[in-house]
């Protein structure tokens, strides 16, 4: 049974950064691209970010486009979210999810195993 296991949210002003962390096991992790989604209260989940197999393309939402980045380790069994220049609009459970495939998708119906969440919250 694949799981998904998110770490380092938190709360932080706006400015802030947070760097999250995602790692899967069950699963050969270097096989999928994995991504990053996120829920506000009264909201939709969203794409956030996304990464191929590889670690050689990458996708974002508009909303986090040049403040947010998503990268492989070196090891390429963890998938980091860099969060920078953070506002308070960005407050929301955020969560990573293994792709069916190796390249990326865009909607969460690509995805195939969820982690738990993760509470980013960003005060103003």
């Known amino acids: 049974q694949v799981q998904v296991l998110e770490s380092g949210g938190g709360s932080v002003q706006a400015g802030g950064s947070l760097t999250l962390s995602c790692a899967i096991s069950?699963?050969?992790?270097?096989?999928?691209?994995m991504g990053w989604f996120r829920q506000a209260p009264g909201k939709e989940r969203e794409f956030v970010a996304a990464i191929d197999r590889r670690g050689g393309k990458t996708a974002y939402a508009d909303s986090v486009k040049g403040r947010f980045t998503i990268s492989r380790g070196s090891t390429k069994i963890t998938v980091y979210l860099q969060m920078n220049s953070l506002k308070p609009e960005d407050t929301a459970i955020y969560y990573c999810?293994?792709?069916?495939?190796?390249?990326?998708?865009?909607?969460?119906?690509?995805?195939?195993?969820w982690g738990q969440g993760t509470q980013v919250t960003v005060s103003s």
């Open positions: 999810a293994k792709d069916v495939r190796s390249v990326i998708s865009l909607r969460a119906q690509g995805y195939d195993a």
């Open positions: 069950g699963a050969t992790f270097s096989t999928y691209a």
